[in-house]
């Protein structure tokens, strides 16, 4: 395998690219991406068998199941920054260290626990996303790790973005797969 076929199998969709301007279509947009995730996600994961989801989508990469898993753990990790980023003056997050949590024994489990937190997280972060206005969208958080301020409408085009890139890994190793 080339590094141009595995970083296809890495970035399916593509890597992140945030759109200058955000204009209110394209976060209205992504908002609709991240209302809709759970109920997606959960369709493409509902027929696997457990050797199903416990196939990696790329040579080296996470599991189908971890990738579940992973994808609740970070989007309560944004939903967290977010409310932090309301409520507190330019805050600093707290980093985590996404593979590290991918290997515990908790992203073992049942994917259907996973599915039914993103489903009830996100019902939530859309309707507080809808509801922020121009202001609040400019407000910023730091993230220590990448030296930069990120501001809550680059947060919200980059989960709109993470949901589709996560589900792409889904879709490709089912296509694949002939799953």
Not at 21 to 33: D, G, K, N, S, V
Not at 77 to 103: H, I, Q, S
Not at 117 to 124: D, S, V, W, Y
Request: hydrophobic share 40%; charged share 30%; glycine share 4%.
């Amino acid at each position: 395998m080339t590094d141009l076929d595995l970083q296809k199998l890495k970035y399916p969709i593509g890597r992140y690219a945030k759109p200058d301007p955000i204009t209110p279509e394209i976060l209205e947009e992504r908002i609709a991406i991240i209302e809709a995730f759970p109920k997606k996600m959960a369709a493409e994961v509902a027929a696997l068998s457990d050797e199903q989801l416990d196939t990696p989508y790329r040579p080296g990469g996470w599991t189908i199941r971890q990738v579940v898993h992973h994808c609740a753990d970070s989007h309560m990790n944004a939903f967290v920054r977010l409310k932090l980023t309301l409520t507190e003056d330019k805050p600093t997050v707290k980093p985590y260290l996404e593979a590290r949590w991918a290997e515990l024994p908790d992203s073992s489990l049942p994917v259907e626990l996973s599915l039914k937190l993103l489903e009830g997280l996100h019902a939530r972060w859309a309707w507080l996303l809808r509801s922020l206005s121009e202001e609040e969208l400019a407000m910023r958080f730091v993230h220590p790790e990448q030296g930069r301020e990120t501001r809550l409408d680059g947060l919200i085009t980059l989960y709109g973005w993470h949901c589709e890139h996560h589900l792409a890994h889904i879709t490709g190793i089912k296509r694949e797969k002939n799953w």
